[in-house]
């Protein structure tokens, strides 16, 4: 194991990044007599090698293994869990440890938070997208048919493990993907990122992670549960997604998170350019950001109806008024409230392919 950084998320928890670090998710487990490891399909082979681990711990282990991707967050699943913990005596001295990419950790935060009516959590994000941005602040969700992640809690996780090594085993497409959330924390908090990009990403990978991490611990620790009275707080974190929910639900979750963000933030950077609020230089920036990555930067066109309705449900709206994220430059995010419908049309043009 290799050097470790500790990042404390206030008094609550650390989130550890480094390489070789399961010995820091058994430590987390040390006083626990049943863990529950959530994991997908996928990951089976890793999640076999931490269960044989715990069992040698002395612990009584229970493997949950959930489907892939967006389909593990589910009621359906989440009610396979619940009962699976019911059977195997699960109290609230016992631990959740959920192993994946975003959807696993949102499904299993979701799990922990609803059992008993919260019991502890280890959050192991096994992919670029959930380590900087699924696995820290304790939202958990999981997606109903009228759109995503709109049945939740706010659960904080005891700890927070991001193994660098476990990104080796990645598909290059997913790890793209994954710079979308990190690119979004660049335009609305932390520009030195862009340039870290910019640069070469995989060169300044364990940097950008760590950058990343900071900005989402200091917004979620100053406005834990978003509901902080004035200003952004927690909804700067929001910037450019909800467009992308919206397309991700009218695609039926076919596309990568990481994807339709990076889409979602060209989208309300024109926005933002059409309402007189950011620079065109800003708003071109980017897309030159978003397409040197290799992320997609348009959308097809015909689908406005749908995805209108689709961020009409999106968590941000207030009433029948759709709330954005948006910046007036570069590191500088604010708030656009109930743009007329026809700008928010123009802006879908400037996006279409």
Known sequence: MGEVTRIAAGEAYD??????LRAEILAAATDARRVAVIYPAALQHLAEGLLADLDAGGHRTLALAVPDA???KDVRVAADCWAALGQAGFTRSDLVVAVGGGATTDLGGFVAATWLRGVRLVVVPTTLLGMVDAAIGGKTAINTAEGKNLVG?????????CDLDLLATLPERDLTAGLAEV???????????????????????????????RVKIAVTTDDPRESRPGGLGREVLNYGHTFAHAIEQVEAYGWRH??????????????????????????DRHR????????????????WTALLEAMKVDKKTRGDQ???VVLDGIGRPALLEGPQPDLLEAAYSEVCS
């Open 15 to 20: 989130v550890l990044v480094g390489h070789g």
């Open 70 to 72: 967006e389909a593990a």
């Open 153 to 161: 809690a706010f659960h904080l996780p005891v700890r927070v493990v």
């Open 183 to 213: 690119v979004k924390v660049g335009f609305t908090s932390d520009p030195t990122i862009l340039d870290l990009v910019h640069a070469d990403p995989v060169a300044h990978r364990r940097e950008l992670v760590e950058r990343a991490i």
């Open 258 to 283: 990481g994807d339709a963000v990076s889409v979602g933030l060209v989208y309300v950077a024109e926005l933002a350019r059409l309402a007189g609020r950011l620079p065109a230089a800003d708003a």
């Open 288 to 303: 030159q950001v978003l397409a040197g990555l290799g992320l997609p930067t348009t959308y097809r066109a015909g689908r």
């Open 322 to 324: 759709l709330r954005f």
